[in-house]
Every structure is written in structure tokens, then in C-alpha cells.
């Protein structure tokens, strides 16, 4: 019986210095996380910050401190001790201040110089660093005044967004009532964010000469066009592909009516927008989810010979553009906008607008959507298109050639920085 208790003491003892070890070790990981350490090293105090998976290095301390017309350089390491993309920013924090700022690695090549005012702007804005990578840099800040200055450096692990895509475009925007009729009136105003339904829910559309709609994804530049209401968020291309090219071939299979040429699934152009998507955004495919796009397929007036779809209704007649749709869906990764999403951007038909955020100056001509406009008795189909001068133009046949302005969604849980403005887009970090 001495035994078994004496074993039983040093299994308790054992049992609690195991504790005591594990609780020793999760208290200095939450002691050393995003926590500031300060060295000296030559008699300057370097800055050492854990902001989640980045180590952030201030060499020369994190705070700038210039008297007069003085010139000071300040190195800052960044670290990333993950395996994964780490997206981080740069910036003087609580800064106001007339400097020159020029931004070298460590081998000397020049990454950025700001020779205006800086305020709260970023002097390096959402780079990425990738896993286990470290990135050093020299900071040369001169004061342009004779006045005295003090400021700190910062480096942000922007990776940690907490906001989804979603989320954040309705927190930089206020939900409101169109200024003009939608479909009957071109918006040259900033008309912000309206509400509506598709048919998965509430969706809210950009109208007007929207600002804040900016998105970068590696080197293309798009415009939000609309959250859908999965919350997933539509963007368009904001220019065109090089080359124009067909929607379709003119040509039925045996059995099919002439409506199917109309149709975005099967027709020739999806093989371009693949082939698109491949080439430039494959890197991005886990952000970027299927969306739908709906091509109407029920021709409901008939004049001299030619049927007219219900689109054509929707938009040339009625003027009452709809995101809900009656037709036919193609699901995939990368689309062509719909008349009615044109029409609600604040295009009309048969009127240009250069005042909304869908014109281009640099758009060279049309470009097609994805919405039907008309079929005959000799199985010609066309379809609707957008003119050079932002409006919404009279059919084209699907076998004619027009430019491509490639649309895609992106997913619903994925995270983003920046204001949406053009100096500022928003950028996907997780």
C-alpha cells in the first residue's frame, strides 16, 4: 500500500510540472505576441514587433525624429515565419509633415519615392511577402521644413482583416435610393449603393460615377458592379481585351432554335474568357467563385418576321431592368455583364454617358454582354451591346465581332484592404 501511494505522489508531481510547463509556455506566447521589444544596438534602440506570422524589425527604432533641414535613414526588416502570402503595408503613423521619403532594398533599387506632403499615406501599400521570406529595407526620410518633426514608422500584417469583401464595401458606403429613374434616366452623379434582389437575395448595386469601386487583382484593374445576394461581390474589367471577337457562330445544330445561339453557355465566346481567366487569374482561383449569368430566352413580341426577347422588353420598352432572372444560367468562373446590370450602373439605351463608372475613354469601341436581343425566321440571333460612348446600342448578330469586358466573382469569405478609391483600390489578403 506504501508503494502505490508513493507512485501515485510522483505521478501527481509529474502530472503537475507538465501543467505548470504548458502553462509557462502558452503565457509567453501570449506575452510575446504582438508585443514591442527593445534592443540596443550601436546605441540606437532597434524595435522588434510580433504582428502575427510577420517579425517587424525597426533596426533603427520605430520612432523619426528630424531637426531643420536634416536627412536620416531608417531600416526596417519584415519577416515572415509562415509558409503562407502575407500581404503588409508601410506608413508613418499620425504623420503630418513636408519631407522627401525615398524607400531602397538592401542591394540599393529604388521601391518608392514621395517628394509631396505625406499624411496618413502609405509610403509602401499592400506588397506581399511570401512564406518564410524575409524583405529588408532602407527608409531616407528629409525634412523639407526647418521645422522639428517627430513621427513613428509602422508596419501592418494587413493579412489580419477581420471585415469580409462584403462587409467592408457596405461599412465604406451608405445604402440609398437612386437620384434618377433607373432605366429611364443616365446617372452622372455618384448615386452610391442601392438595393434590390437576384435571385439568391438582397443584392446592392453601384450606380452613377461611383469613386470607391476600385479592385487590383495582380496587374488588372476592375470596377465592383454589385454584391450579390450570396454576398459573394461581382467586378467587370475596367478596360477591354486587345482584340474584338465573335459572341458565336451563326450556325444551329440540328434540333435547336435559333435562341440558343443567343445563349452564353455553348457559345464560342466562353472558350476566349476561359482561356483569359487561365492565362491572368489563376493564381487568384481560390478567391474567385462561380457566378451566374443569365441569358433570357423567351421571345415575347414579334414584329415583321423578328421576335424580340424579354430583355429587350425589360430595357428598350418597359425601361425596368431586373437582376432576378427567368432564362437560362450559366454558372462558371468568369462572365459578361448583363443589359440590366448596365442599365442600373446608370447606362441607358441608345443615350451615352461618359459620367459613370462603366465608360472608358480607352475602350476603342463596343463591347458585348450577355443579354439577348432578337431572333428571326432565318435563325439570325443578336445580341445587346454596349457602345464606345457608354450606352446601352441596338443588337448585333452573335456572329459579328465586338470587344470583351470580362466579369468575375469573388468569394464570399474572402478578406480585402483599402478604400476602393483609385489611388487606394481594394486588394484581396486572405
Given at each position: 500500500m506504501a508503494k502505490l501511494f508513493e507512485s501515485d505522489n510522483k505521478y501527481s508531481l509529474v502530472l503537475l510540472f507538465i501543467t505548470m510547463v504548458f502553462l509557462l509556455l502558452v503565457g509567453l506566447a501570449i506575452l510575446f505576441s504582438n508585443v514591442k521589444f527593445e534592443e540596443k544596438v550601436d546605441g540606437t534602440i532597434a524595435t522588434i514587433i510580433n504582428e502575427g506570422d510577420l517579425i517587424i524589425n525597426y533596426v533603427d527604432g520605430d520612432e523619426v525624429e528630424l531637426n531643420g533641414n536634416k536627412e536620416q535613414t531608417y531600416s526596417i526588416t519584415i519577416t515572415n515565419i509562415s509558409t503562407n502570402k502575407i500581404y503588409y503595408s508601410v506608413f508613418f503613423e499620425?504623420?503630418?509633415?513636408?519631407?522627401?521619403?525615398?524607400?531602397?532594398?538592401y542591394d540599393g533599387n529604388e521601391i518608392n519615392e514621395i517628394s509631396e506632403e505625406i499624411t496618413s499615406d502609405k509610403l509602401i501599400n499592400l506588397n506581399n511577402i511570401e512564406g518564410e521570406q524575409t524583405l529588408r529595407y532602407k527608409i531616407t526620410v528629409e525634412n523639407k521644413s526647418k521645422n522639428k518633426f517627430k513621427g513613428r514608422l509602422k508596419v501592418t500584417n494587413d493579412s489580419l482583416a477581420n471585415d469580409t469583401f462584403s462587409d467592408l464595401i457596405l461599412l465604406n458606403n451608405n445604402v440609398s435610393v437612386p437620384e434618377t429613374k433607373v432605366g429611364e434616366y443616365i446617372a452622372t452623379n455618384d448615386e452610391g449603393l442601392?438595393?434590390?434582389?437576384?435571385?439568391?437575395?438582397?443584392?446592392?448595386?453601384?450606380?452613377g460615377n461611383v469613386k470607391n469601386n476600385y479592385v487590383k487583382i495582380g496587374d488588372n484593374l476592375f470596377r465592383i458592379?454589385?454584391?450579390?445576394?450570396?454576398?459573394?461581390?461581382?467586378?467587370?474589367?475596367?478596360?477591354?481585351?486587345?482584340?474584338?471577337?465573335?459572341?458565336?457562330?451563326?450556325e444551329v445544330l440540328e434540333g435547336q432554335e435559333s435562341y440558343y445561339l443567343t445563349l452564353l453557355e455553348g457559345a464560342s465566346i466562353l472558350n476566349v474568357l476561359n482561356t483569359w481567366f487561365e492565362d491572368t487569374l489563376k493564381e487568384y482561383d481560390s478567391f474567385i467563385t462561380n457566378g451566374d449569368y443569365c441569358t433570357d430566352d423567351s421571345f415575347i413580341n414579334e414584329i415583321n418576321g423578328i421576335k424580340y426577347s424579354s430583355t429587350y422588353n425589360r430595357?428598350?420598352?418597359?425601361?425596368?431592368?431586373?437582376?432576378?432572372?427567368?432564362?437560362?444560367?450559366?454558372?462558371?468562373?468568369?462572365?459578361?455583364?448583363?443589359?440590366?446590370?448596365?442599365?442600373?450602373?446608370?447606362?441607358?439605351?441608345?443615350?451615352?454617358?461618359?459620367?459613370?463608372?462603366?465608360?472608358?475613354?480607352?475602350?476603342?469601341?463596343?463591347?458585348m454582354t450577355?443579354?439577348?436581343?432578337?431572333?428571326?425566321?432565318?435563325?439570325?440571333?443578336?445580341?445587346?451591346?454596349?457602345?464606345?460612348?457608354?450606352?446601352?446600342?441596338?443588337?448585333?448578330?452573335?456572329?459579328?465581332?465586338?470587344?470583351?469586358?470580362?466579369?468575375?466573382?469573388?468569394?464570399?469569405?474572402?478578406?480585402?484592404?483599402?478604400?476602393?478609391?483609385?489611388?487606394?483600390?481594394?486588394?484581396?489578403?486572405?
Open positions: 499620425s504623420a503630418n509633415m513636408d519631407v522627401s521619403v525615398k524607400i531602397k532594398d442601392i438595393s434590390t434582389n437576384d435571385n439568391k437575395g438582397t443584392s446592392y448595386y453601384f450606380r458592379v454589385r454584391i450579390n445576394g450570396d454576398s459573394s461581390v461581382r467586378l467587370v474589367l475596367n478596360d477591354v481585351l486587345e482584340n474584338e471577337y465573335q459572341y458565336n457562330t451563326n430595357v428598350r420598352s418597359l425601361k425596368e431592368p431586373d437582376l432576378r432572372c427567368n432564362g437560362k444560367i450559366y454558372t462558371g468562373k468568369v462572365g459578361l455583364l448583363s443589359a440590366d446590370e448596365v442599365l442600373m450602373a446608370g447606362g441607358i439605351a441608345n443615350s451615352g454617358n461618359s459620367e459613370y463608372y462603366l465608360y472608358n475613354e480607352n475602350i476603342p469601341g463596343s463591347y450577355n443579354s439577348s436581343y432578337s431572333i428571326n425566321i432565318d435563325t439570325a440571333a443578336s445580341i445587346f451591346v454596349v457602345n464606345k460612348d457608354g450606352a446601352i446600342s441596338d443588337g448585333i448578330l452573335v456572329s459579328a465581332k465586338a470587344y470583351i469586358r470580362p466579369v468575375i466573382n469573388i468569394n464570399v469569405d474572402a478578406k480585402v484592404k483599402g478604400s476602393g478609391t483609385i489611388k487606394d483600390p481594394y486588394v484581396i489578403v486572405s
